[in-house]
């Protein structure tokens, strides 16, 4: 079953959004990603930067990638949640490590922040409700 389908089926708050909308979301967020996390890594490859600002990042794209694993593969939303929860936590930590550095990889995490905010109200709903 694919991901859409699985989240029609489950019991969802009555602010949740239309499945439709997280992909167009989540597009527009791995661009942000893709491009703002590419400056840090390659800013640590030349040494501008100490390599541990990496682990914050790479632990976010590790939870990050996990979740629709975790969501729809093993259909484990108690799981999702602490995953969720972990995703959150990273990008604020990441936040707080460049901004030193790169202030403008601080700032473009934003949208991100906020996405996922309403994305682990909506998890912990979903979770709530589902069990």
Known sequence: MNESLQYMNFVRPDWAPPAWIFGPVWAVLYVIIAVSFA????????????GRVAVPFVLNLIFNFAFTWIQFGLENNPLAFVDIVLVLI??????????????WVAYAQVPYLIW??????LQASVTYLNL
């Open 90 to 103: 990273t990008i604020v930590w990441l936040m707080k490590v460049i901004w030193p550095y790169k202030k």
């Open 116 to 121: 996922v905010s309403f994305a682990t109200l």
């Open 39 to 50: 400056a840090v890594f390659w800013s640590i490859w030349k040494k501008e930067i100490p």
